[in-house]
């Protein structure tokens, strides 16, 4: 049974970068068939990506916040991380890591994280 | 840039009651691309319909999904206590890559 689960600092300071790392179990990060991405929700309101990551490397942003986010993968370890830089408070939400094919959906999501920005 | 938008926001029913919820897209969305997710509180959101009209693996066939290009629906045939929650439609494809709608939250009337 494929297993996502989120990691990282739950508080972070304005204007600083948020890292989360995903670790997955139970199936390889390699397989060529999936995406594996990053699906915020602040408290109270909708799910919105935030971006993707394919086994060829390429990535995929969301364009509104394209300019601050970076995610990568790290086969050896079977993880793929976030970085969003200059955060704000609006970045306050819980995060998820997911596995998603195009014509299949999302099947497999993390737990979720919740990250404040506060100072 | 493609948009989602279900309607209702809310909708109260009882249970055993039918509940229809739509998702119209912006422009035109490929069937194949377009999924419905419940989520309950506090959980991560769960995998219900893909391609418009597939159900996932162990989704009850109470859960039904049907349209095309811009106008999508879910159909809960007859409600369970555990259907009442929050449902998205989702797509991949269009720019964005992948968009939510804003989600029709199913509450007991």
């Known amino acids: 049974q494929l297993q996502l689960q989120e990691s990282g600092p739950g508080l972070v300071k304005p204007s600083e970068t948020l890292s989360l790392t995903c670790t997955v179990s139970?199936?390889?990060?390699?397989?060529?068939?999936?995406?594996w991405g990053w699906i915020r929700q602040p408290p109270g309101k909708g799910l919105e990506w935030i971006g993707s990551i394919y086994y060829s490397g390429s990535t995929y942003y969301n364009p509104s916040l394209k300019s601050r986010v970076t995610i990568s993968v790290d086969t050896s370890k079977n993880q793929f991380s976030l970085k969003l830089s200059s955060v704000t408070a609006a970045d306050t939400a819980v995060y998820y890591c997911?596995?998603?094919?195009?014509?299949?959906?999302?099947?497999?999501w993390g737990q979720g994280t919740l990250v404040t920005v506060s100072s | 840039e493609i948009v989602l938008t279900q309607s209702p926001g809310t909708l109260s029913l009882s249970p055993g009651e039918r509940a229809t919820l739509s998702c119209r897209a912006s422009q035109s969305v490929s069937s194949s691309y377009l999924a419905w997710y419940q989520q309950k509180p506090g959980q991560a959101p769960r995998l219900l319909i893909y391609g418009a009209s597939s159900r996932a693996t162990g989704i009850p066939d109470r859960f039904s999904g049907s349209g095309s290009g811009t106008d999508f629906t879910l159909t809960i045939s007859r409600l369970e206590p555990e259907d009442f929650a929050v449902y998205y439609c989702q797509q991949y494809g269009s720019s964005p890559l992948l968009t939510f709608g804003g989600g029709t939250k199913v509450e007991i009337k």
């Open positions: 139970g199936g390889s990060i390699s397989s060529s068939s999936y995406y």
């Open positions: 997911a596995r998603g094919q195009a014509v299949a959906g999302i099947d497999y």
